[in-house]
């Protein structure tokens, strides 16, 4: 499948995800994570082609409401935003990724951090899971 990077600008001014080069339509293939510092990952304003090739809608649901706490990765864990904004800061690295509603992300296990979390938050989650079933650089 061909690929073409981040085009025009997508809604609240975001870039919109790369496309299958043969059809033009972002819906139809699953988005290329961006890596971020300490092994975090994430697609932005993730497609209905993401969401059904890691099979988010099935996963168990967590929320919480506006809040900052610690919190230790035992496994890695694969999470799609429903609703809110959270800022995750490794404890180690002080690294960052913001992570808002319509998101994919990845938290490596092992991983030590703080969520921000600004606008109360509704998620997908998976333990265990990856971003293998997605398009890699």
């Given at each position: 499948?061909?690929?073409?990077?981040?085009?025009?600008?997508?809604?609240?001014?975001?870039?919109?995800?790369?496309?299958?080069?043969s059809?033009?339509?972002?819906?139809?293939?699953?988005q290329?994570?961006?890596?971020?510092?300490?092994?975090?990952?994430?697609?932005?304003?993730?497609?209905?082609?993401?969401?059904?090739?890691?099979?988010?809608?099935?996963?168990?649901?967590?929320?919480c409401?506006?809040?900052?706490?610690?919190?230790?990765?035992?496994?890695?864990?694969?999470?799609?935003?429903?609703?809110?904004?959270?800022?995750?800061?490794?404890?180690?690295?002080?690294?960052?990724?913001?992570?808002?509603?319509?998101?994919v992300?990845?938290?490596?296990?092992?991983?030590?951090?703080?969520?921000?979390?600004?606008?109360?938050?509704?998620?997908?989650?998976?333990?265990?899971?990856?971003?293998?079933?997605?398009?890699?650089?």
């Amino acid at each position: 499948m061909a690929f073409v990077g981040p085009v025009l600008t997508g809604g609240l001014g975001r870039p919109k995800q790369s496309v299958d080069a043969s059809t033009k339509s972002p819906a139809m293939c699953a988005q290329r994570p961006e890596k971020h510092g300490a092994g975090m990952q994430k697609v932005s304003v993730a497609n209905d082609a993401t969401v059904a090739a890691l099979g988010c809608k099935v996963w168990p649901m967590w929320g919480c409401e506006a809040s900052k706490f610690p919190w230790t990765y035992e496994e890695t864990e694969v999470c799609y935003l429903l609703k809110g904004n959270v800022v995750v800061t490794d404890d180690k690295t002080g690294e960052q990724m913001a992570v808002s509603a319509g998101d994919v992300a990845l938290f490596p296990g092992g991983m030590s951090c703080t969520w921000d979390v600004s606008e109360a938050v509704s998620k997908h989650y998976s333990f265990g899971s990856d971003l293998s079933a997605l398009p890699q650089e």
